[in-house]
């Protein structure tokens, strides 16, 4: 935790979001520095996906505030809009943009930037996620894996202050996997990123990340660090759900 834990980057406080009459999330509380890794856990439906959706200002929590760099973006009468939030996600689905090659993905999301800087940082990103070669195919012409590459070239290119990520690995194998991974704790991005990181495998997260918040029957059972996570918790590191 840095000095300035009375200032988180990001603190979300007693939220509860419902859809309809079904309660989805209740009471979850949780704080993430700038620059840390939040791991996000639990079994399926349990309100992962929907607390991410809650930070990018996708849903309006019913309840709690969300706060991010000292300022309220979700409570009572307050909706911040998802773009002045600074987060870019990374969904299960990709959602690329069927009629654009590689380059032109993260040409678009580049727009305002000058074009040799753009240049730059493209070739720099498409290093990064191993798609030089691709920089001319269309996503009908990638594999699964190549096409969820570019999902997370395309956000982090933008060097967004969140990044928040929704099982983003499930199409890579085991060897890139582990290399997305490892690079997410040193990502080319022009200042720190905070990340939000919802996965199924808790040993894999574990290895990355420094706070985890598990969810169990829509309830957060645990949010601390992963130390205190691996010491104290019933799930220790063998659950691969
Ligand atoms: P997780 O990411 O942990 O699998 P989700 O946040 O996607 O969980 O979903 C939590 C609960 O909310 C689940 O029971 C799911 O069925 C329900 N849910 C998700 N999206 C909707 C929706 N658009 N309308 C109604 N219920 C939904």
Same mark, same amino acid.
């Given at each position: ?19 309809? !009459? ?5 009471? @979850? ?16 439906? &349990? ?10 200002? +996708? ?5 709690? %505030? ?39 993905? #993260?040409?678009? !999301? ?11 940082? @493209? ?32 956000? !982090?290119?933008? &060097?967004?202050?969140? +990044? $928040? ?13 582990? *290399?997305? +991974? &490892?690079?997410?704790?040193? $990502? ?10 919802? &996965?199924?495998?808790?040993?894999? #997260? #574990? ?5 985890? #918040? ?6 957060? %059972? ?11 918790? *019933? ?7």
């Amino acid at each position: 935790m840095s000095e300035n834990s009375d200032k988180p980057f990001l603190k979300a406080c007693d939220i509860g979001f419902q859809y309809g !009459v079904v309660p989805v999330v209740e009471d @979850i509380n949780f704080t993430v520095e700038k620059g840390e890794i939040l791991g996000i856990s639990g079994p399926s439906g &349990s309100g992962k996906t929907t607390i991410l959706r809650l930070v990018a200002g +996708l849903e309006k929590a019913d309840s709690g %505030t969300i706060v991010m760099e000292g300022k309220i973006v979700s409570g009572e009468k307050i909706m911040v809009p998802p773009y002045q939030r600074g987060c870019s996600m990374v969904f299960q689905g990709f959602f690329l943009w069927p009629h654009m090659t590689v380059t032109k993905h #993260l040409q678009f !999301v580049l727009s305002k930037k000058k074009i040799k800087e753009k240049q730059q940082r @493209i070739a720099e990103i498409l290093n990064f996620v191993d798609l030089l070669g691709k920089k001319n195919c269309y996503p009908y012409e990638l594999s699964g894996g190549e096409q969820q590459r570019l999902a997370i070239a395309r956000a !982090v290119i933008v &060097s967004p202050d969140y +990044l $928040l990520l929704d099982e983003p690995f499930s199409n890579l194998d085991l060897k890139r996997r582990k *290399k997305m +991974l &490892s690079l997410l704790t040193t $990502l080319p991005t022009e200042e720190q990123t905070t990340i939000l990181y919802v &996965s199924h495998d808790l040993p894999e #997260l #574990l290895k990355v990340a420094d706070m985890i #918040l598990f969810l169990e029957e829509n309830q957060q %059972t645990f949010f601390g660090t992963t130390e205190e996570f691996v010491k104290t918790h *019933k799930y220790g590191v063998e659950m691969n759900r």
